[in-house]
């Protein structure tokens, strides 16, 4: 009637008094809180005008007080509808849903696919593959519980159990669909999902449709630090952001989630809110509008007006709310239908972004007696007020057993009720209770509650296949297996048991957290009074119990208990008599009673026995019965140590003191621990558990290696050749090693031979690589001869498995560790300090230790301390590129202890010493670097936080042989799996290594540059981090000198902020050599200016508008020059980069800077300018003094101020290179200091500067003074001091002589520099260097470029034609001393003499040689003779000498000396030059009369000293005597066949001797001749070089050369490939393209796999040396020109080989798209896979090509893939899969030849011989059946013996009898 009267007043309408407005406004607020139609909660209406009655007041007055109780009714499941939205709390997480807390006691579940999009397509993704993304985290990873989410219910349904369900949905397209991208403001506080990650920033998925959302980088960095864990953000991360910008109308959102932004986000007017679009979460500032005891209602936004439940209110302020009063609340839910807010006035929710705390309540499960009721809610439940003041909550449906038990009266504010708690609501922080009797009486409330082995009562809910369901309590269900249904196996349970049945049941196994209960209903286990075994520790040797088999095996039965807990029950064991089939015996799930005979909990291992203990008098007889007896061959025994051969221990077996012998490699299964215990056991130590191998004659053989122990304890080692048959695993050690293989011994004395074809899965090169003898290996027995005693073994890994390779490895592991740790007891025992605290040492122990030296290798030794003969190491990796030097203190953390060397390897770096000691999750992956290799294990440290962990190298006992590729090195990445989670008496963490393939290559270690980072921040600057500050730059601030370090002061200002004054910042002037931090004491009053603030953490220099600015160090300045102005300097480089300030500084400045270290490593000086421009001064540009650069730390102090001038940035651009000797130009007359790069024996040295540039010495210029080696001092490195003769190439040429590096020293020259002929004066002594002798005489080296000649009448007074002579006296390189007889300065020619009396030196041929001297009256006749000889001669070669002079002058390059091109004449070409030649040649040379044969061929300005003959050699065109010079192989003259020059014929003597007979007739008779002689010479050399050409079988050598042959073959690809590959061996990748494009545009359009063949060349050729766009555009392009299948195949080749696994693998996937029907696409995947090692996945790819491929193809497939498996996987798989095709296609021949192919190669001769027999004998066609029978034949006579071969010729002839009789009937 109110509202209708509301609608619709009565009477007309009057003026409203002004009086009766406030009335009227009240009338409105309470219609607009009773919510009951849309409109009414929109928009506040305008005042009403309208009559005003009385009656109508009191109506609503009346019926406003019977609803208030309705107006605040807490939610219920009921009033939930679809497309509600919601705020909620994350309680639980599951791998595919989360569990959400509701407001008011309710709860709902989001599934996997309700996150968002990105990550439902990433779930997609994955399923598709069917292989885990690496991108894809799980829900665990990206939800935590006390999350506040804001949710949309999806649907309110009802479960299989009749309960109601709330399905709720995150996906922000669900939650913000109420948005619209124009409606969007900035400061809008919304929730959204990272969808991906950018460049820059994050994509965020805010549903919004049409509006891109996205978040920069640097506005994610806090909370990825604070929140994140420093991770990246993932896809599907749930995020609470604010926007911060709006573009485009919404179009483009830029978001932050900064704490500081989030926290503080209000909802506001501006905002434009309204009821459609408001969201949970949102806080808003309300005012109180009415107050009741069960709630309030308020007014927010202006416009709305919500509802707040007495749940919700702030705990603080309960009962002080007024009204009018201003709040802030948060919203809750928004109904969409009724627009109905509830808000939360509870201060946790006021706060976006921070998650709840509170989420569990500590009296769980607890019951509560006289508990009073607080308040009634008639559709909802009922609150109580517990004894400590909290308030607890119970749902209708749990304040009584049942409807109609239920009466409302007995719920009056004050009644008491007993209840129990059972849940605890997050978002209402209450508990909730339960008043069912049920519930309160229950046994159990939760599965935490339930332990193993306890007798529980439950109701049978349902019989399935896989077992029995049965309800244990109210939220409990267990599951008993069909295997536990009872004693024995029942075939129909559903007859013994019915649904509602009550059943006593005992807990099998319990696992709260998957929420998973396993029971059985054995009648023998339940009523059982033996005590139970719950976990390996219970099991105690000789404890008898009840348990039931797990599984029966031929070497006995596995017994299970409770917990998973299990033992093996051995053979012998089993019964008192012998079991031969243990399977035929008993069955699984037989309930037996057992025996402990020896658990081990560390191994969780245990072993049993069915062989109840007997009475303890007759076992003790049967002892004492033993003891009389020797030791027998497997008996287990204690000996001690009698004392040590070379090859074991000298032992006494106990108690009778049997002499034996325990050789080293039998003390341990780790070959690098036998040799260790060997070391430190000592003669009276006791051993136990020692096995007895072998006794012969009195003298017994022991073992003990822990698993051949093992293996007897167990009785699983068989004793004589009958209990062995194939397939059987056996635990030995090797015997020997021979070529063919290695024999295998085990326990009982058996012994068997592994041939080296199944010795290893990997190539067996040499037997002795893999194995050594006395190892440990496992073996299964593949062939027994019980006749012979012979047995076959395989020690490959794929036959040996002895068990999960994880498991293996962590085993041995442990084993390792166990003895390494017995042998530190044993060194703790000695007497010797150093050995003790060696012992005391272990791994992760941090060490402060004293420097004692650096060694040459970059390592590092630290003293000895206390301790003598204490070594302690840190390697070259492990010195972590840190600057250390004698004297200095370090902290190091131990890696491993050496106890055979006694040495600790140590490291330094700062990961490991400073490592955090985090909280690691046991089977959790890392990712790890390899610290330190051991033998047969590693210690990695993990990069997270710095902890070492071990694992073990090898993951079976016959893993131990790696090729170098695989084996680990230091520095390497690994991907561990922990094992272990607290580093155990060893120190280290235990793991397991994951794939090889996450293996990563090692981090090369940059330069120093990441060292200065670190000491970057001095840790007296780490007090401040977490005070802020309110300076900003220019400030004035006055502190206290807290500390003064040498390149910087630390200083304390108020509020104890710590600042930081930099050297460079002390004073305007700074007096070079002077530290300015000396003029600061500590405690000393400073007043400074701030200058910038750096960052605590990345130590940049920030602008002040930065938001971190308030917590960085003050950088400050005590300059005066910077105290006094009112400007002042700022330092920024967050703004301008390095590379910016360093090109403020011009090469040539003058600077000053502050030295900060030496780098040893890289050669250079650190120093600092400012605190953020830094430089290197290279250890050549410090000094021009040997004695400084040897020592450079002691000429330079830290701190010190040095004078630099500016060369240059470095090549990383981030540091200024500077130097301390003057402007680094090195130009000519300049000194400077080099690095010598390499010494050329007899030519010189090449030195290389700081600049990069490269300079040569000659062997002229070595020293002032030459000598017989003149570069024996000279090594590689070497610094030398250099003086810069010319610098007009890029090759610098230089001298070392003292005269010129040292020119003020002025001291004696010996040897002058002869740098050009002008130096040369004639009668001059001179010293100079053989070049090389000729048959004209002896060449001499006077200067770089100066050689003069020595004719034989003046190299020695004796006379001698042996060259063997003139080799062994003068050698090249001899120094000599000559005579300048004459110098031609218009010709250039030196003449020299080395005869005695020129020179005052001895003769070069000594007199004891007894030669004949040659007499003067001869040597005069010789001079004459050559003068006149000499007339014609020079005529024709006066001209050519000087072309020949032009060139050399003019070209940069030193011309080739005669004799370098042996054997080869210049090429004849045309004839006009050739004659112009021979005219110049002839043209007349003034002759001089006095000639004495002796000339020079100069060269000047040549840069390299090469071998320079002035003559050519005899052993080219054999030229004899020519009196002038000869230039014919030094320069290409332009000769024909006709004007060839003509040389005399050789001679046997020198040419000192000459006929008597006239000069000019010899001459001419002598030319003709020689001239017809040359002219068929030359005829010849035309004709071989024309063969040489026409020979098919000749190389080509050049790019001519491939020209003529592609010509002639143009179509042919392997030419075309050639010519390629030569260009690539030469590098020159353009050409070998430009090649290819050639072939491609040469080659014929029919020729289709010739240009296939070169299409695939140049795809090889873009993967080697080209860039991936490169590759995919000649990859697109020869797609388009061939059949694109098999430019596909042929790619996936080029990458499976170049090892691009994953480039490969997208490759495939395309194809798989794109070519499905093709069969050899999936055939080609399927081996790259399994070559990948991949099986699985090659598995479901054969599944998938059948799928897709016509049935026709699968016979193919699957013979295919069979083939494969049998070649790269599992041979048993492949038999298997050939099976099942030929039971399906018995007369698919074709199938059946590849399986016999296949089991031939791969399989044994019986198999093999299996098959023949089973097609021999099928129904095919005869002419099929006669080359079965041919194959079967070949096969026996090639394997088999007459006989075999015999019996299938008989096979063949019954074949063809039984045909032919056939076709008779």
Request: proline content about 5%.
């Amino acid at each position: 009637m109110s509202t209708m009267e509301e609608s619709f007043p009565r009477g007309g309408t009057r003026k409203t008094h002004k009086s009766e407005k406030p009335l009227q406004q009240s009338v409105e607020q309470d219609n607009l809180f009773d919510i009951s139609t849309e409109e009414d909660s929109t928009k506040r209406k305008k005042k009403q005008k309208g009559p005003t009655i009385t009656k109508k007041l009191k109506i609503e007055k009346r019926e406003s007080s019977k609803s208030v109780k309705e107006k605040f009714e807490i939610l219920s499941i009921e009033s939930l509808c679809e497309g509600m939205r919601i705020l909620g709390c994350v309680k639980e997480v599951n791998e595919l849903e989360l569990v959400i807390s509701l407001p008011n006691g309710l709860q709902g579940f989001v599934q996997v696919t309700e996150i968002c999009d990105a990550y439902s397509k990433k779930l997609n993704e994955q399923m598709s593959q069917e292989e885990p993304l690496k991108d894809l985290v799980s829900l665990p990873e990206l939800f935590s519980p006390g999350l506040l989410v804001r949710c949309v219910v999806i649907s309110v349904g009802i479960t299989e159990r009749g309960k109601k369900s709330v399905k709720l949905s995150l996906n922000p397209k669900n939650v913000n669909k109420v948005l619209s991208a124009e409606a969007l403001k900035p400061g809008m506080l919304l929730t959204g999902t990272v969808s991906s990650l950018e460049d820059h920033g994050y994509l965020v998925d805010i549903g919004v449709g049409g509006a891109r959302a996205f978040l920069p980088l640097q506005k994610a960095q806090e909370y990825i630090k604070q929140k994140n864990k420093g991770a990246k953000l993932k896809v599907g991360q749930y995020l609470n952001c604010v926007v911060e910008e709006v573009k485009g109308s919404g179009g483009v959102v830029s978001l932050s989630i900064a704490h500081s932004e989030v926290s503080t986000a209000i909802a506001s007017e501006e905002q434009n809110w309204t009821l459609n679009n408001l969201l949970p979460g949102l806080v808003v500032k309300a005012e109180v509008q009415k107050v009741t005891p069960l709630g309030l209602t308020l007014n927010f936004l202006s416009f709305f007006t919500g509802l707040v439940d007495f749940m919700h209110f702030d705990p603080k302020k309960a009962g002080t709310y007024f009204s009018s009063q201003a709040v802030r609340a948060c919203v809750l839910c928004v109904h969409p239908q009724t627009r109905a807010v509830r808000l939360s006035l509870r201060p946790v929710f006021l706060q976006p972004g921070r998650a709840l705390t509170r989420l569990s309540c500590p009296h769980l499960g607890a019951v509560l007696d006289d508990v009073p009721v607080q308040g009634f809610f008639s559709k909802v439940g009922a609150t109580f007020r517990l004894k400590d003041g909290s308030l607890a909550y119970a749902r209708l449906s749990h304040l009584a057993d049942s409807k109609n038990n239920f009466n409302p009266e007995a719920f009056k504010p004050g009644n008491t009720h007993k209840c129990r708690i059972i849940n605890y609501s997050q978002m209402d922080e209450l508990a909730l209770v339960s008043l069912r009797t049920s519930i309160i009486e229950a046994q159990y409330l939760s599965y935490h509650d339930i332990k193993p082995g306890a007798l529980v009562k439950g109701t049978v809910l349902t019989i399935k296949s896989y077992g029995m369901l049965v309800k244990v309590g109210e939220q409990i269900r267990g599951l008993v297996h069909p295997m536990h249904l009872a004693d024995i196996l029942l075939k129909n349970p559903e007859k013994k048991y019915r649904i509602g049945d009550e059943v006593a049941a005992r807990v099998l196994l319990c696992d709260p957290e998957a929420k998973r209960l396993m029971l059985t209903l054995k009648k023998t286990l339940i009523e059982s009074k033996l005590p139970a075994i719950t976990c390996y520790a219970d099991a105690k040797p000789g404890l008898q119990t009840h348990g039931f088999i797990l599984r029966v095996k031929d070497y006995g039965c596995i017994v299970k208990f409770y917990n998973d807990v299990q033992g093996l029950v051995p053979k012998h064991e089993l019964s008192a008599e012998y079991v031969p089939d243990p399977e035929r015996v008993f069955y699984p799930g037989q309930v037996v009673k057992v025996a402990v005979l020896n658990c081990e909990p560390s191994k969780e291992r245990m072993l049993l026995s069915f062989k109840l203990l007997s009475d303890p008098k007759k076992e003790h007889a049967g002892q004492s019965q033993k003891k009389r007896k020797a030791v027998s061959i497997g008996q287990l025994v204690d000996v001690k140590v009698l004392g040590k051969t070379k090859d074991g221990l000298e032992v006494a077996v106990l108690p009778h003191n049997i002499p034996a012998f325990l050789p080293t490699s039998h003390l341990s299964d780790h070959v690098a621990n036998g040799p260790l215990l060997y070391h430190w056991l000592q003669a009276g130590d006791i051993l136990h558990k020692v096995l007895c191998l072998s006794q012969s004659e009195g003298h017994v053989l022991l073992c003990r290696k822990p698993s051949l122990v093992s293996t007897v304890e167990g009785g699983q080692d068989p004793k004589t050749f009958s209990e062995i048959h194939p397939g059987m695993l056996l635990v030995g050690f090797v015997k020997s090693i021979k070529d063919y293989g290695v024999f295998v011994q085990f326990p009982s004395g058996l012994s068997g031979l592994a041939p080296k074809a199944i010795m290893s899965d990997k190539f067996v090169t040499s037997t002795s690589d893999h194995f050594v003898e006395g190892q440990t290996v496992a073996a299964k027995v593949t062939n027994v001869d019980e006749e012979k005693q012979r047995m076959l073994l395989s020690l490959r890994l794929s036959d040996c498995s002895l068990g999960d390779l994880p498991t293996t490895s962590l085993l041995l592991l442990s084993q390792c560790l166990e003895e390494r740790q017995g042998v530190r007891s044993l060194m703790s025992t000695r007497d010797s300090v150093l050995f003790q605290t060696l012992a005391e040492m272990i791994p992760g122990m941090i060490l402060d230790l004293e420097v004692q030296e650096v060694l040459e290798d970059g390592s590092v030794v630290f003293s000895e301390g206390p301790v003598p003969g204490l070594v302690l190491r840190a390697s070259k990796y492990h010195r972590a590129g840190q600057e250390v030097a004698s004297g200095q203190k370090k902290k190091v953390v131990i890696l491993n202890v050496d106890m055979l060397k006694l040495e600790v390897h140590v490291s330094l770096c700062r990961s490991l010493v400073n490592r955090k000691d985090k909280k690691l999750k046991k089977g959790s992956e890392h990712q790890a670097i390899v610290q330190h290799l051991e033998e047969s294990f590693a210690v990695a440290s993990l990069v997270e936080t710095g902890q070492l962990a071990a694992f073990s190298l090898n993951s079976h006992l016959n893993d131990t042989f790696r090729f170098d590729s695989e084996k680990l090195q230091v520095g390497q990445g690994v991907s561990l799996t922990l094992k272990t989670t607290e580093p155990g008496v060893t120190g280290l963490l235990l793991a397991v290594e994951g794939p090889v393939a996450k293996r990563t290559l090692r981090q090369t270690r940059k330069d120093s540059e990441t060292v200065d980072e670190d000491d970057e921040g001095s840790p007296a600057l780490a007090v401040g981090t977490s005070k802020k500050h309110t300076f900003s730059i220019g400030d004035m601030v006055t502190g206290t000198v807290k500390s003064v370090k040498p390149t910087h002061v630390v200083v304390t200002l108020e509020n104890g902020i710590i600042g930081c004054i930099h050297a460079s910042h002390i004073l305007d002037d700074v007096p070079v050599g002077t530290s300015p931090t000396a003029t600061l004491k500590v405690g000393k009053t400073v007043t400074a200016r701030v200058i910038g603030g750096r960052d605590m953490k990345t130590f940049k220099f920030l602008p002040i508008s930065h938001p971190r600015f308030v917590r960085t160090i003050p950088e400050l300045s005590v300059r005066p020059s910077e105290l006094e102005k009112d400007g002042h300097t700022a330092l920024d480089t967050h703004s301008v980069s390095p590379l910016e300030k360093i090109k403020h500084y011009q090469a040539g400045q003058t600077v000053t800077c502050f030295f900060k270290k030496y780098n040893v490593i890289k050669k250079w000086l650190e120093v600092e300018m400012a605190p953020d421009i830094r430089g290197r001064i290279p250890l050549l540009l410090t000094s021009l003094s040997f004695k400084v650069l040897k020592h450079p730390d002691k000429k330079f102090q830290i701190g010190q101020a040095l004078k630099a001038t500016v060369v240059g940035p470095t090549s990383s651009k981030a540091f200024l290179c500077l130097s301390l000797i003057g402007p680094h130009r090195l130009e000519k007359g300049e000194v400077a200091m080099g690095r010598v790069v390499k010494v050329t024996p007899r030519k010189g040295l090449t030195v290389s500067f700081p600049s990069g540039r490269i300079g040569t010495v000659s062997v002229f210029h070595v020293s002032d003074s030459y000598s017989e080696t003149p570069l024996e001092d000279f090594t590689p490195q070497q610094i030398v001091r250099c003086y810069v003769l010319s610098a007009a190439s890029d090759v610098l040429t230089l001298s070392l002589r003292s005269s010129r590096t040292n020119p003020e020293t002025k001291s004696k020259i010996p040897d002058p520099e002869i740098n050009s002929i002008q130096d040369v004066q004639e009668g001059q002594l001179l010293r100079g260097y053989v070049e090389s002798v000729q048959s004209q005489g002896v060449l001499l080296g006077l200067g770089p470029s100066v050689v003069g000649l020595a004719r034989h009448p003046h190299v020695s007074q004796y006379k001698t034609s042996k060259k063997a002579l003139y080799n062994s006296h003068l050698p090249e390189g001899k120094l000599l001393t000559a005579k300048v007889l004459r110098v031609k300065h218009q010709k250039k020619l030196v003449e020299l003499s080395f005869l005695p009396g020129s020179t005052g030196k001895p003769d070069v041929f000594p007199a004891s040689l007894g030669l004949p001297l040659l007499e003067q009256e001869e040597r005069r006749i010789e001079a004459e003779g050559r003068a006149s000889k000499r007339q014609e001669k020079e005529k024709r070669n006066r001209k050519g000498l000087e072309e020949a002079q032009l060139p050399s002058q003019g070209k940069k390059e030193p011309q080739k000396p005669p004799g370098k091109k042996r054997g080869k004449r210049p090429r004849p070409e045309s004839g006009s030059e050739q004659d112009r030649g021979n005219k110049k040649q002839k043209e007349a040379a003034p002759v001089e009369e006095n000639d004495s044969g002796v000339e020079v061929y100069y060269r000047e300005g040549e840069e390299e000293v090469e071998e320079k003959s002035v003559l050519a050699k005899e052993k080219q065109t054999r030229p004899a005597e020519v009196p002038r010079l000869q230039l014919s192989s030094s320069f290409v003259w332009d000769v024909g066949l006709d004007s060839l020059t003509p040389a005399l014929p050789p001679r046997e003597e020198s040419s000192d001797s000459e006929d008597e007979k006239p000069q000019q007739a010899t001459q001419k008779r002598k030319s003709r001749k020689e001239r017809e002689l040359e002219k068929q010479r030359a005829e010849r050399e035309l004709c071989r070089t024309e063969e040489a050409l026409m020979d098919p079988a000749r190389q080509p050598e050049s790019a001519d050369d491939f020209d003529r042959l592609v010509l002639s073959s143009p179509n042919s690809s392997i030419l075309w490939l050639q010519y390629m590959a030569f260009h690539l061996q030469a590098t020159e990748i353009e050409k070998a393209r430009a090649v290819a494009e050639r072939a491609l545009k040469t080659i014929s359009f029919r020729e289709e796999q010739e240009k296939l063949n070169v299409w695939v060349a140049l795809l090889n050729l873009e993967n080697m040396y080209g860039s991936q766009e490169s590759l995919t555009k000649v990859f697109e392009q020869a797609v388009q020109y061939n059949d694109p299948l098999k430019v596909f195949l042929q790619l996936a080749d080029v990458y499976t080989k170049s090892g691009k696994f994953q480039e490969a693998s997208e490759l495939y996937s395309r194809m798989l798209k794109r070519f499905r029907q093709e069969k050899a696409v999936w055939i080609k995947y399927g081996a790259f896979l399994l070559r990948r090692g991949q099986a699985g996945a090659s598995h479901r790819v054969m599944q998938r090509a059948l799928e897709c491929l016509p049935k026709r193809e699968h016979v193919d497939v699957i013979s295919k893939f069979a083939q494969l498996e049998f070649q790269l996987g599992d041979a048993e798989r492949a038999k298997a899969m050939f099976e099942n095709t030929l039971s399906t296609y018995p007369k698919r021949t074709d199938v059946w030849s590849v399986y016999i192919d296949m089991t031939i190669k791969h399989g044994s001769q019986k198999e093999v011989r299996d098959i023949f027999e089973r097609v021999i004998h099928l129904s095919l066609a005869p002419k099929r059946m006669k080359f079965f029978f041919k194959r079967y034949l070949d096969f026996e006579k090639q394997h088999g013996t007459e006989k075999e071969v015999q019996a299938v010729k008989a096979k063949a002839l019954d074949y063809v009898e039984a045909r032919s009789s056939v076709q008779e009937d």
